[in-house]
């Protein structure tokens, strides 16, 4: 079978409920496949994957594992200048952020935002902080941050995000 291919048992026909079920992917079934989106959307203009109509088309047609495992799910900047031209008031940002939530359900995250949760994880911030950076810290009367926390670590127990961290590393 082609790459390009997919067999009718790969189709999930429940996919568009779920997603339509999520607070903003109510309007998802609205789109009629116009196009309107793809005019002035800045991540299209450099990346020919990123495609709103067409990834509207997929969750509609049920292709579940194809859209959730993609990267181009992640790319949706949130301008909004989509939902301002769209015709049916899909309101694609919400869309994408729906079919996001369902991706991460499922255990799907983007690498970026794995790495970051991972840095988190062991640091508490997004960004370490240096010696240096603590020493002026003090200097303008504000308290050292510490190298490692132990708090966030517990807060990934309890919410399963360590499995999924785990779970992406592993691909």
Known sequence: ???????????????????????????????F??????????????????????IIRMVVLGMKDRVLSSDFIWLCSQCYICQERCPQ?????EVMDAIKNVAVREGYIHSTFAKQAETIGKLGI????????????????LPELPH?????PEIYKMTGLNKLLTKEDDV
């Open 89 to 93: 008031d899909v309101r694609i940002p």
């Open 1 to 31: 079978m082609r790459e390009d291919t997919l067999a009718i048992t790969e189709l999930d026909p429940k996919f568009k409920e779920e997603v339509s079920k999520l607070p903003g992917g109510q309007n998802l079934t609205r789109c």
């Open 126 to 141: 997004l960004y370490a902080i240096s010696d240096f950076e603590n020493k002026r810290r003090i200097r303008l009367g």
């Open 148 to 152: 490692q926390n132990h708090e966030v």
């Open 33 to 54: 496949q116009c196009g309107t989106c793809n005019v002035g959307c800045p991540v299209r203009e450099i990346n020919e994957e990123f495609n709103p109509r067409k």
